[in-house]
């Protein structure tokens, strides 16, 4: 990295942070109650959890912006020579626009937070507007402030933050795929370009998260359209990855067949977005069991499939052995349905008007029960899903010591890591500094001895 | 392994490790504070009354304070341009003279804050309190932290400038585009909160 | 105090940039006098905001320009700092033009 300790710090800094997260669950009224979005008013008047989350939430702020300016200096200046930017990798493309989200979107989030603990600690009225009623007694504070403003100041950051956790998972799937289709990426440049489209818009959709918030029908517009217009480079990078199948040489380890699982996956996430982007079929659906739906279809059988993609296919880069096969198909067939099992229900409860956030999951609402029933499909969706990451545990602790021994190129891979650093990696990574002379996808390559040619083969 | 680029600029990008790093730390600054400014136009806005700056702050003393700061930022900038003539005695002076001057500024903030206190004007008071001291206290924790750097420049950090004088003179400019990026915040700062 | 690898062959350069340091703190000098006479005169607050803003923006692109060196940078940086740029107006911009007592627009 181009700042070694600047990398440590980001790491130190991100262990407090869990620490002060962990922490708050033994203080005097329990941890932080108020959501992941620690909405005012109630973040504000919320117990001590609240304060310790808030300062929990400045050490991974500062931890994230380290980070990113870590990883773009050194994606710009220290990548390895001849290794221009079309010939990343799509993952290395993935994680610096994903870089660049995290520095500049981050920032607000954490003067926000700053501003809660002003409320919270000095008596500060940022959040809390004039004439507050908590448990029957009007508030003392000098009030005049402005909730919606937290709103702002939070999905300015949450709205970015939620490419960052889609970005570097599209580009794990893409590297997957690659490889195990001994085929280039169909449509790198596209992909590319979508990138850093995606990037860009992702900084000014983030009111589509407030439009019952009664910001008129001009602003409403502006942000469904800007909500929309981001949908388009979504579709291209996932039509691209799934062309990319077409005509392949498909090899079905577990790493291919997390990262084929996502892309439906995440289509059908995708896609149940758009009524969500669009305010007026947002109107019945805001704070539903169906955005619950949509954003774990995106993010649990999307990210963290993906996440689970990469732990299987980089494995042997870390530990020079593999992970058993076996269990790993066994984890991903269990996971696979078990996953739609718990979230396709939720669908139908949100189309029926179900809110999330309620204790007792609708029951005490009449229009909610005829769906009612589907909580316990989820519910014992829940409970298998949990049942089958435990073969996942096992393996990727057993797989340390007992793992079939894997070569250096373990997946007979194109990219840098693979071809020219040792399983596991020396210090340094590699004994000699690699060169690239070519794109990182010539599989395949009529002619070629191999079905591959790594990217710094000279 | 040396880390390239550390010193010696890389020839397609034109920049160092360190420049690049810097600017994007600033980066992310510029919408630290541009949060609160968006904070400060949406409660201002807002509220059905407001109090003209120079109506509950002292605005001779936040004028001098602006005449401090601004000259920090020329006697730091001095100082690395005293480190590219090679001169270090110079330096010296002028980087002390920049930490003097922050040291000055603090003071006055010092001043100022006790003096709000003792009329009982807390941040918990009214919104422009709020923001006036949430803003300005932010703006100083950067004053605090960048004097830190500075003085670490001008005492044990020189040390550097024996062993590798251009490495030394990039960290001081480094340094140097905190300090005024602190100083180009106050430029906004003092007319909103004062003059406004 | 002097290193064999010491700089030296900027002088000339240095010169001439020291002289504009010394130009830009006259003016910044000045540019502060004159914001702080302008708000004394307590112009309608639409008017006030409008100059106030001006000012700053000019003492804001001396410091940016001569002092950060900005003027002469390379194409990253301006691309970087053109990129937060953006992403700055629409941190200011938007929120208030959702708010009815803000820049409203229906």
Not at chain 1, 259 to 274: E, N, Q, S
Not at chain 2, 96 to 108: E, H, K, P, R
Not at chain 3, 21 to 27: G, I, K, L
Request: glycine fraction near 8%; proline fraction near 5%; charged fraction near 10%.
């Amino acid at each position: 990295m181009a700042f070694p300790r600047l990398n440590m710090l980001s790491y130190w800094s991100f262990f407090l942070g869990g620490v002060t997260m962990l922490v708050s669950f033994f203080v005097p009224g329990g941890s932080a109650q108020s959501g992941w979005t620690s909405y005012a008013p109630l973040a504000v008047i919320a117990s001590t959890g609240q304060t310790v989350w808030l300062f929990g939430m400045v050490f991974l702020i500062t931890s994230s912006l380290l980070g990113a300016i870590n990883f773009i200096a050194t994606t710009i200046q220290l990548r390895a020579k001849g290794l221009t930017f079309m010939r990343f990798p799509f993952f290395v493309w993935a994680q610096f626009v994903t870089a660049f989200l995290l520095l500049l979107a981050f920032p607000p989030l954490e003067a926000a937070a700053f501003m809660q603990l002003m409320d919270r600690l000095a008596g500060t009225s940022f959040f809390l507007p004039s004439g507050l009623v908590v448990s029957g007694q009007v508030l003392t504070n000098a009030g005049g402030g402005n909730p919606l403003l937290w709103q702002h100041l939070f999905w300015f950051l949450a709205h970015p933050e939620v490419y960052v956790l889609i970005l570097p998972a599209m580009g794990i799937v893409a590297e997957i795929i690659a490889n195990n289709t001994r085929k280039p990426l169909w449509g790198y440049r596209s992909m590319v370009y979508s990138l850093i489209f995606l990037g860009f818009m992702s900084f000014i959709v983030w009111a589509h998260h407030m439009f019952m918030t009664g910001m008129g029908t001009a602003m409403a517009a502006f942000f469904q359209t800007t909500t929309m217009i981001i949908s388009i480079p979504s579709v291209v990078i996932l039509t691209a990855l799934i062309i990319s199948l077409w005509g392949g040489s498909i090899r079905f380890n577990t790493p291919m067949l997390f990262a084929c699982g996502f892309l439906p996956m995440f289509g059908i996430g995708g896609l149940t977005g758009l009524p969500l982007g669009l305010n007026v079929t947002d109107i019945p659906l805001h704070d539903t069991y169906y955005v619950i739906a949509h954003f774990h279809y995106v993010v649990a059988p999307g990210t963290i499939f993906a996440l689970f993609a990469g732990i299987y296919y980089w494995y042997p880069k870390a530990t020079g052995r593999k992970m058993s096969e076996t269990l790993g198909k066994i984890h991903f067939a269990g996971s696979f349905v078990c996953m739609n099992v718990v979230f396709m229900p939720m669908f139908i409860m949100g189309l029926a008007g179900v809110s999330r956030r309620l204790y007792d999951g609708g029951a005490g609402y009449a229009f909610a029960q005829p769906v009612l029933h589907w909580n316990i499909v989820s519910s014992w969706g829940a409970w298998a899903l949990g049942l089958f990451q435990l073969p996942f545990i096992f393996n990727f602790f057993w797989s340390i010591w007992k793992g079939e021994k894997a070569e250096d190129n373990a997946w007979q891979a194109t990219t840098i890591e693979w071809a020219a650093a040792p399983s596991p990696p020396p210090h340094g990574n590699f004994h000699v500094a690699p060169e690239a002379y070519r794109g990182p996808y010539e599989y395949s390559v009529p002619g070629a001895a191999r079905d591959f040619v790594p990217q710094c083969e000279a | 392994m040396e880390i390239p680029y550390t010193v010696e600029i890389r020839r397609d990008t034109g920049l160092t490790n360190g420049k690049i790093g810097i600017w994007l730390f600033l980066a992310s600054e510029v919408m630290l504070f541009g949060a609160l400014f968006a904070s400060y136009i949406l409660i201002r806005t807002g509220a059905p009354v407001w109090p003209r700056g120079d109506t509950i702050l002292n605005v001779p003393l936040a004028t001098f304070n602006t005449i401090v700061l601004i000259s920090s930022s020329v006697t730091m900038v001095m100082a690395w341009a005293s480190l590219k003539r090679n001169r270090f005695g110079t330096f010296r002076m002028y980087m002390g003279a920049t930490i003097l001057l922050g040291a000055t500024f603090l003071v006055v903030k010092y001043f100022e804050y006790s003096h709000k206190f003792e009329l009982g004007l807390f941040p918990s008071t009214s919104n422009f309190l709020a923001l006036y001291f949430t803003l300005t206290g932010l703006h100083m924790l950067h004053v605090i932290g960048g004097m830190a750097v500075n003085a670490y420049f001008w005492g044990p950090g020189a040390k550097l400038w024996k062993t590798n004088p251009e490495w030394f003179t990039n960290r001081v400019e480094h340094s140097g585009l905190f300090w005024h990026f602190v100083d180009l915040v106050w430029i906004f700062l003092f007319p909103t909160l004062y003059l406004l | 105090m002097t290193s064999e690898h010491a700089v030296d062959h900027h002088d000339v350069d240095i010169d001439k940039h020291v002289r504009i340091y010394v130009t830009v703190f006259v003016a910044l000098m000045a540019l502060t006098i004159i914001t702080v006479a302008i708000s004394r005169l307590h112009l309608p607050v639409h008017i006030a905001v409008s100059i106030a803003l001006l000012v700053a923006l000019i003492k804001g692109s001396l410091v940016a320009c001569y002092f950060m060196h900005l003027i002469s940078e390379k194409k990253l940086i301006y691309a970087v700092l053109g990129l937060t740029a953006a992403f700055f107006a629409a941190l200011l911009a938007l929120p208030a033009l959702t708010t009815s007592n803000g820049f409203w627009i229906h």
